[in-house]
């Protein structure tokens, strides 16, 4: 499996890999799915920072 989602359109490489987790065996599928949280919570926590009310950023 690639773990690289293009950066180009960003949703349709997820769906695309939701597509491919869906069609296999049940403990694949739940092993894929952690890889992709674990994958998706890195990139989300190496992103450029931006706070906004409610996400412990300044009220608005």
Request: a negative charge; charged letters at 30%; hydrophobic letters at 35%.
């Amino acid at each position: 499996m690639d773990s690289v989602m293009p950066d180009d359109e960003p949703g349709e490489g997820l769906v695309s890999r939701v597509r491919v987790i869906e069609q296999q065996p049940l403990a694949q599928r739940a092993a894929a799915y952690v890889a992709l949280h674990d994958e998706l919570a890195r990139r989300l926590e190496s992103a450029p920072g931006e706070t906004s009310a409610g996400q412990g950023g300044e009220p608005r």
